[in-house]
């Protein structure tokens, strides 16, 4: 779901992102507010939950792959504006260092994955739960909402590719960005969320509540004037464990739809390479594809899991340190 | 002032770590000499990768205490090394800055988990000559002593003072002047007093205690350290 620089146009990059400031606006506002500055630091290790599970890629047939991306189970448990951050934040790490989304389409990767999927999410979850009388019925909610919001931001993706090709043309009217219409791009998004990457996202996101549930139910933001400000040890644990299960993320073969480099795009079906691809922004990122030249994959895919998880946790608490706690306010 | 400050601090509070001085000191250059002999990226980036990940779990503080330094360090090497993209070898940019980068955060981070008592400790440990110990220890110890004093007569001075005064230009000589000159009776007394105690020139480390477990582990990072090296030199070919 990375949109990739060129696959947009400029224009349409420039609306997506001026979208988004309002987004990020409010979100920080919120976020100064309701969340404690012990509590921050979670907003990294929530980003780095986020940012691990994109990289463990999952194949579907046809060769393309798709991963999670743990919106909404962030919203679940920071709040939904605290998702907007911290995804944001992996993205920009993402795209800056690991060359995974593009720079200039960073605000519609924003827009996707760090607003449309943790608050359509969180709003899905919420509403189901507080209608469920059952037991076990916030499970159920967060299952049902980050199946939703995922696909949701597959949608927004989708139509943000499907209408270059109506919006932008050269000369010999072919396509200058993504070459791909709405007829096209929607079932090739689509297909996939509404099935294994759906269920991938649901099983993240489950799972991991469960897990923080069970090892450490003080840490939701709703207990947020609890004593837990620190991560707990069993999240840590576990955060490592997914580190080092990383590699597992290369055993999906070929490129995710929509994500193909510009020597791709013309084997990939369109045959032929937009002109927009070859004359636009090519951002030189220090560990493309989360690897180092020369060295196995696995090992340079680990050692760029580590560099993003450390570089996220450390943001988070930078901005902690700089931020002052609501409740000493108050 | 604030390295005065840096000092008191990390005075007052020692955080003793649980491995020897001496091989933390020794990992840490052998660290940042392998880097400096790597032709690759790889030993670089995995060393980050480490030290990131070792940093991400202490306090903010203390990431802002060691990431001051790195970040101040890889953003004047980057000014400098500027002119090598215009000249046409734009690696020399990032492989340069990613070993200023991986070397400061090495020795900030060894700066910012040990104690000046430590420090010390570890060269004697390291077999430095006595009198290099000595100066260092002595030098540290009584820079913080004086910092303390000449602290003391500035509150003192501002105190007594009425209206505005620039002290940068005015009584900063007075105060400098006054602590020189103690600085002078201290050593004087101390050098008495460790005649009075016998000091022979040999420095001796009361704190140094046995060879334990967690220190064969970290030992093994010596060999582990030079192999992924030469592993990576190998790779790279």
Same mark, same amino acid.
């Given at each position: ?5 060129? $696959? ?24 100064? !507010?309701?969340?404690?500055? %012990? ?38 448990? /920071?709040?939904? $504006? ?10 920009? /790490? ?39 009388? !059952?037991?076990? !019925?916030?499970? /159920? ?5 980050? $199946? ?6 597959? @949608? ?42 759906? #269920? ?13 549930? !069970? ?11 609890? %004593? ?6 069993? /999240? ?13 993320? @290369? ?10 480099? %510009? ?17 636009? #922004? ?49 | ?13 020692? *955080?003793?770590? *649980? ?17 400096? &002999? ?45 002119? =090598? ?12 800055? &990613? *070993? ?40 540290? +110890? ?5 910092? +303390? ?6 509150? =003192? ?23 020189? &000159? ?14 009075? +105690? ?40």
């Amino acid at each position: 779901m990375h949109i990739p620089d060129n $696959y947009l146009s400029p224009q349409t990059c420039a609306v997506m992102a001026a979208a988004m400031v309002p987004a990020w606006i409010v979100s920080v506002k919120k976020v100064k !507010k309701e969340i404690p500055k %012990e509590k921050l630091p979670l907003m990294g290790v929530a980003a780095a939950f986020s940012f691990i599970s994109m990289m463990f890629n999952i194949p579907i047939p046809g060769g393309t792959t798709g991963h999670a991306v743990g919106g909404t189970l962030i919203a679940l448990l /920071l709040g939904p $504006y605290a998702a907007c951050i911290s995804v944001s934040v992996a993205l920009l /790490l993402q795209a800056l260092i690991f060359g995974d989304g593009g720079v200039l389409s960073f605000g519609a990767n924003c827009f996707n994955m760090a607003f449309v999927l943790p608050f359509v999410g969180y709003a899905v979850a919420t509403f189901i739960s507080s209608r469920q009388k !059952k037991k076990g !019925k916030h499970i /159920l909610g967060a299952a049902v909402g980050s $199946y939703l919001g995922i696909n949701a931001a597959a @949608l927004c993706a989708a139509i943000e590719f499907g209408i270059q090709p109506m919006l932008f043309r050269d000369t010999a009217g072919k396509a200058m960005y993504c070459p791909y219409g709405l007829n096209i791009s929607l079932p090739a998004m689509l297909i996939g969320h509404l099935t294994l990457f759906g #269920l991938a996202e649901v099983v993240f996101t489950v799972g991991v509540l469960l897990f923080v549930q !069970k090892t450490s139910p003080n840490l939701r933001t709703d207990q947020h004037r609890s %004593e837990t400000t620190q991560t707990p040890l069993p /999240l840590r644990i576990l955060l490592g464990a997914l580190v080092v299960l990383t590699p597992l993320g @290369l055993l999906a073969e070929g490129t995710a739809w929509g994500e193909w480099g %510009e020597n791709e795009i013309a084997a990939a079906g369109a045959g032929f390479t937009p002109s927009g691809m070859t004359s636009g #922004l090519h951002y030189g990122a220090l560990l493309p594809d989360y690897s180092v030249a020369g060295l196995p994959e696995w090992f340079g895919y680990m050692l760029s899991a580590v560099i993003g998880v450390a570089a996220l946790i450390i943001i988070f608490k930078l901005i902690s340190s700089a931020h002052r706690s609501p409740v000493a306010e108050s | 002032m604030h390295f005065i400050s840096r000092l008191m601090e990390n005075d007052a509070q020692p *955080k003793p770590s *649980k491995i020897l001085p001496a091989l933390r000191i020794f990992v840490c250059i052998l660290c940042i000499l392998l880097c400096a &002999l790597a032709k690759n990226a790889f030993f670089v980036v995995a060393v980050i990768a480490v030290e990131l990940l070792r940093l991400a779990l202490q306090t903010p503080n203390m990431i802002r205490q060691v990431l001051k330094p790195v970040l101040t360090a890889v953003f004047f090497t980057a000014l400098f090394l500027l002119p =090598a993209v215009f000249l046409g070898s734009p690696r020399t940019m990032s492989t340069v800055t &990613l *070993k200023v980068f991986e070397s400061v955060l090495v020795l900030s981070m060894m700066n910012a988990t040990m104690t000046w008592k430590e420090v010390t400790d570890a060269f004697r440990a390291l077999h430095a000559p006595q009198i290099f110990v000595f100066v260092l220890d002595m030098a540290v +110890r009584f820079l913080v002593i004086l910092g +303390r004093y000449s602290n003391a007569i500035l509150e =003192a001075v501002s105190l007594r003072s009425v209206g505005k005064t620039n002290w940068k230009t005015s009584q900063t000589g007075g105060i400098l002047g006054t602590t020189f &000159l103690k600085s002078q009776q201290m050593s004087q007394e101390t050098s008495e007093a460790m005649a009075c +105690r016998c000091f022979d020139g040999e420095y001796k480390s009361y704190a140094s205690r046995r060879f334990c477990t967690l220190d064969l582990i970290y030992l093994l990072l010596i060999p582990a350290l030079i192999a992924l090296f030469f592993y990576s030199e190998w790779m790279m070919k």
